[in-house]
């Protein structure tokens, strides 16, 4: 088997079905150039999730739970340029800062504020099942405040499915010529199927298929640098008989799927040809060369076991959100994807953060100032927690230089989206944590692709699929997202 | 497609005697060909046996089905005897719903793929560093480089387990060409560690695949070959894949029919295998699996195992009696933990309840840990797992108005928890409270940890009587209590099939299809004790094994 670049069945089913169908078929398969920036960097785009709204109150004063949850604790007061930082945002400053419990001591801060937009003021529509608003959910909230936001469709039910492609995946079908994107998730033990991925791409039959994250950073190590060649000459060879070798076997694999292909009745045959474009994509990889780049290296294998902590335990949560971050890095700067997401916790995420941030308790049990705690600290110190890995991934960008000599970051677009926020929440008819009036969109970087960034922008109850589309569009998207048509343009 | 068989409907305990089936051919020997895919495949031998086909009174769904992550590490264990369990590290979790094996949600995915390939890759290493093991498995020893006739003795052995059928001559040669990668290496054993990677991602491995052949005159379903009924056997009985005895069975035809097939799950339920899989079932169903790898809560998982073990296996019990025994199995420190007897010799064993006021499984920790949410117990969740698992009823969500995810107590954060969760039994939320909290309140003298308490948390004021209620079932007083209440009621009994039939099929949700079947068990074992292993014998020889309906396209 030589190195064919194989042509996933949705992408060829995709270009037949459109304008595509008149090309040659190797403009369709070969990686895009069209919509590199200028100097030959092409946009890169990553959506994170964080499992939880945003809480409000003052800190350290002890009147959480009150029925108006004064004092956000990450919106910023002043619009515009300098905005001011909250304790939430306090890791996007310039100044060393610490966690409201002490833990850790002094923690970084990345000095990243200049690329970072706040988008305040958004919501998410809601009504009842049968009648929702476009890109709406149904009032029961957790359950539907993941794919709203993420691919602009509705969510009625509790699969939690959406209705179209994500975000990342719609970046990746405008702008990926075939390479999949990323899809990495912190959480180490989480409730599996669709609570606990954020990716979700068309699967060539009319639907869309769940792309599971990789957990394991060893996994999503190895995975990245499959195409890595050592200097070392001996380990050259090694390397490269290993790889001549996963190539043999992945094509025998890949023929019994096909041969499987053709003998299902209808259901099975469009789950096993799923999982021959799979295969194929991973044929694709091992079958890649690396780009030379100045900045372009294969990081140090994380190694170890990675063993997950059952019950939603500690299970190092903060070296994978470290490994991970720096594997979508790397791949950004190596040019191996245009989109990446990253899912820190699912929705109603229970991970027991003591270790990370000092306090008991999980980070849903913060968000509902439950069991002994009192006051909003540990529900900020959580958030802070996940806004520095944040700022930390931005900072790496902003360290690197693209091919073409600028920032990576001017030519990437990195977003994070929550749960909800504070505001009135239709499921209790009352103020509560259950709301996604007020939500907030994070997106940095995107300076070479159009942004203005460093500003807080209020809006008035936009959509956040809006502003995921907004930022998609600087990187190519031109399709809409879901229900959502209209993109948010003040980015 | 969905169809109403004609016999499905005949599928009433007036068509049958017993558990046999009328539809079997007189001489009881009827069988299904048994050829590696089913009907059109191209080259490998069939099974022995008759090849005529015998008409089914029944059969239901079937179709490709992923390991779950359990299975799949079961499997790579019975194949190469790896039990690093690397699937639980590598392989995207399945949802539980309860269990892990709900084919509806398993979705093909980079990260399944990769995982694959990693663990794939990391087991043909580990084997490199064991020659012999290789040669074991490919029952040769190399005479050099080029042995292609040993290679192909791997292929042959190996691959007849891990496809669950003998490889096509096709396969065997596309298996054998990766030879070539020995050569270049100089090294055989490297040719056979290819052969392992290849075989543990390959599809035919990855998922069960159930073609069938023809049954004449009925073209809406099909007979499964006999390695396909084998590799549904093993992942009912032992959660893996069948043994070489098993395919045996299989190659030699004699898994064809019910008499056939109950004969060789009578064998099956003799071995280890079946315990460990009924142990991973009861987990799975009662929400404890992997709930506990060390200290006390290894403790707890370990002492409902045992209990698991004595009823179905050792004692053969009545199923149900899970809920009402007198005794249960503490290492010391646990019983330390419970506040209960020491086991005699400081040793883990057996220790009587006594009137300590606990009985059963419903006494044990890894189950009290049901619900446990703002560092206390919640009845209203502990009401919900045993309405939901148990008795099978959903509770529907929450109405607007109410917010589960508030700590209870609210304004009044002094007072009892009893007095509490009263209001919830108000108003509109009462219809769905009064069928959970009165439950939770009966086990409120147990904590999240399992230990006893006389009064809530914190507030020595505050008694725990212990007393609950299952709203249209019963008062009962205490996880004893509860449990002979459950016994007593027939809806338990039906949950307990169901959820058992939810496992074998894989099906959240079974349907039309399903429901006679169903039915049919229910009515078989009417008025008995309920004992699981003659339950697992009964639908392992059913129709519904050994045929399945045609999916749309077929």
Redesign the interface.
């Not at chain 2, 995207?92 to 719903?97: N, Q």
């Not at chain 2, 991602?201 to 035919?204: A, I, L």
């Given at each position: 088997m030589g190195r064919v670049f194989r042509l996933p069945r949705r992408t060829f089913l995709r270009g037949a079905g459109g304008v595509a169908l008149a090309l040659p078929a190797l403009e369709i398969m070969a990686p895009s150039r069209a919509a590199r920036a200028g100097g030959g960097a092409s946009p890169k785009f990553m959506t994170s999730f964080v499992g939880t709204s945003i809480g409000r109150n003052h800190w350290p004063d002890d009147d959480c739970c009150g029925p108006t949850y004064p004092g956000d604790q990450l919106t910023p007061d002043n619009e515009g340029a300098g905005y001011d930082l909250k304790h939430v945002l306090s890791p996007v400053g310039a100044d060393p800062w610490q966690y409201h419990s002490g833990f850790g001591g002094n923690q970084p801060a990345f000095d990243v504020q200049k690329e970072l937009t706040v988008v305040s003021g958004l919501k998410v529509p809601w009504g009842p099942d049968g009648d929702l608003p476009p890109g709406g959910r149904t009032i029961k909230f957790h359950y539907c405040t993941v794919t709203p936001q993420i691919s602009g469709t509705i969510c009625s039910d509790y699969s939690e499915a959406p209705h179209g492609p994500t975000i990342d995946q719609m970046v990746v079908d405008a702008i990926g010529g075939g390479r999949p994107a990323l899809a990495y998730r912190v959480e180490a033990k989480a409730a599996g199927g669709n609570t606990s991925a954020m990716s979700w791409k068309s699967n060539g039959s009319g639907g869309v298929s769940r792309v599971d994250p990789v957990v394991n950073p060893r996994l999503a190590w190895e995975s990245l640098f499959t195409g890595f060649v050592p200097p070392d000459p001996a380990q050259a060879a090694a390397a490269a008989f290993e790889i001549a070798q996963r190539r043999s076997v992945l094509d025998l694999v890949s023929g019994s799927a096909e041969r499987l292909v053709a003998r299902l009745g209808h259901a099975d045959k469009i789950r096993m040809e799923q999982h021959l474009d799979e295969l194929r994509a991973l044929e694709n990889k091992v079958n890649g060369v690396m780009p030379g780049s100045a900045q372009c290296e294969m990081l140090t294998d994380p190694g170890g076991s990675w063993p997950v902590t059952p019950e939603n335990g500690w299970s190092n949560e903060e070296l994978r959100a470290e490994v991970l971050s720096d594997l979508i890095h790397m791949a950004f700067v190596c040019d191996l994807t245009n989109a990446a997401s990253l899912m820190f916790g699912q929705w109603k995420c229970y991970l027991k953060m003591g270790p990370a941030i000092g306090w008991d308790n999980d980070l849903h049990g913060y968000s509902h100032f439950g069991g002994s705690q009192t006051g909003i600290a540990p529900l900020s110190d959580a958030i802070a927690w996940h806004i520095k890995h944040f700022a930390r991934l931005i900072r790496k960008c902003m360290d690197t230089q693209d091919v073409d000599g600028v920032p990576l970051i001017d030519h990437t677009i990195l977003t994070m989206i929550f749960e909800g926020n504070v505001g009135y929440d239709p499921e209790a008819d009352a103020v509560g944590v259950h709301s996604t009036e007020n939500m907030v969109v994070l997106v940095a970087g995107g300076r070479g692709l159009g942004l203005n960034p460093g500003r807080h922008i209020k809006t008035d109850e936009v959509h956040p699929a809006a502003v995921l589309l907004g930022a998609a569009q600087a990187c190519g998207v031109t399709d809409p997202l879901g229900d959502i048509d209209e993109a948010f343009t003040g980015l | 497609m969905r169809i109403a068989l004609p016999l499905v409907v005949c599928a009433l305990p007036a068509c049958y005697s017993g558990v046999g089936l009328p539809s079997q051919g007189d001489d009881g020997a009827a069988s299904a060909a048994s050829s590696p895919?089913g009907s059109?495949d191209d080259g490998a031998s069939d099974g022995g046996g008759d090849t005529s086909t015998e008409t089914p009174a029944a059969a239901t769904h079937g179709?490709?089905r992923r390991l779950s992550v359990g299975e799949y590490d079961n499997a790579v264990r019975d194949l190469i005897g790896d039990a690093s369990r690397p699937g639980?590290?590598?392989l995207?979790?399945?949802?539980?719903?309860p269990f892990d094996n709900e084919y509806a949600?398993?979705?093909?995915?980079?990260?399944?793929?990769?995982?694959a390939?990693?663990v794939?890759?990391e087991a043909g290493q580990r084997l490199l560093g064991e020659p012999a093991k290789l040669e074991e498995l490919a029952g040769c020893v190399p005479t050099g480089v080029e042995d292609a006739d040993c290679l192909r003795g791997l292929i042959t052995r190996l691959g007849r387990k891990a496809f669950r059928r003998p490889l096509t001559a096709e396969?065997v040669d596309?298996?054998a060409?990766?030879l070539?990668?020995g050569v270049?290496?100089e090294s055989w054993h490297v040719a056979a560690a290819?052969v392992v990677?290849?075989m543990l991602?390959?599809?035919?491995f990855?998922?069960r695949?159930e073609?069938g052949e023809p049954v004449p005159g009925n073209p809406e379903i099909v007979a499964l070959t006999d390695w396909e009924i084998a590799t549904r056997l093993s992942f009912f009985l032992w959660r893996t894949i069948p043994d070489d005895a098993l395919l045996d069975l299989a190659e030699d035809g004699k898994l064809s029919n019910e008499d056939d097939v109950r004969a060789a799950a009578t064998q099956m339920l003799l071995d280890e295998r079946s315990r460990e899989g009924m142990e991973q079932f009861h987990s799975l169903w009662l929400g404890f699996a992997?709930?506990?790898?060390e200290g006390i809560?290894a403790d707890m998982v370990a002492e409902t195992n045992a209990l698991v073990r004595r009823v179905v296996f050792e004692e053969e019990a009545s199923w149900l009696s899970l809920f009402t025994s007198t005794e249960t199995f503490l290492t010391p420190a646990l019983a330390e933990h419970y506040g209960l007897p020491a086991p005699e010799g400081d040793m883990p064993g057996w220790v009587e309840y006594g009137e300590s006021g606990r009985g059963g499984l419903l006494s044990h920790g890894a189950v009290l840990?049901w619900g446990a949410?703002?560092?206390d117990t919640s009845p209203t969740t502990r009401g919900k797992e045993i309405r939901e698992r148990l008795f099978c009823q959903p509770i529907p969500?929450?109405p607007?108005?109410?917010?589960t995810?508030?700590?209870p107590g609210g304004d009044e954060p002094d007072g009892c928890k009893i007095d509490h969760y009263a209001k919830y039994r108000e108003g509109g939320c009462g219809s769905c409270h009064s069928l959970m909290d009165g439950i939770g309140f009966g086990l409120e003298n147990y904590g999240a940890d399992g230990t006893w308490r006389a009064n809530d948390v914190g507030k020595p004021e505050c008694e725990i009587t212990g007393d609950g209620e299952v709203a249209g079932v019963g008062a009962f007083n205490g996880p004893a209590g509860l449990g002979d209440l459950m016994l007593s009621n027939d809806g338990v009994r039906a949950c307990a099939l169901k959820q058992l039939y939810r496992y074998v099929s894989g099906r959240a949700e079974p349907d039309e299809l399903d429901a006679p079947f169903l039915q049919r068990l229910s009515e078989m074992h009417n008025g008995d004790e309920l004992n699981l292993r003659a339950l697992m014998l009964d639908i392992a020889s059913s129709d519904e094994m050994r045929f399945r309906v045609?999916?749309?396209?077929?």
């Open positions: - | 895919g059109g179709g490709l639980a590290v590598f995207p979790g399945d949802a539980l719903t949600q398993q979705t093909p995915s980079e990260a399944l793929v990769a995982a390939e990693k794939a890759i396969e596309e298996y060409s990766l070539a990668k270049e290496a290819a990677r290849g991602q390959d599809p035919n990855l998922y695949v073609i992997g709930g506990g790898t809560r840990a949410k703002f560092g969500p929450p607007p108005g109410q917010n995810d508030d700590p045609l999916g749309e396209g077929e």
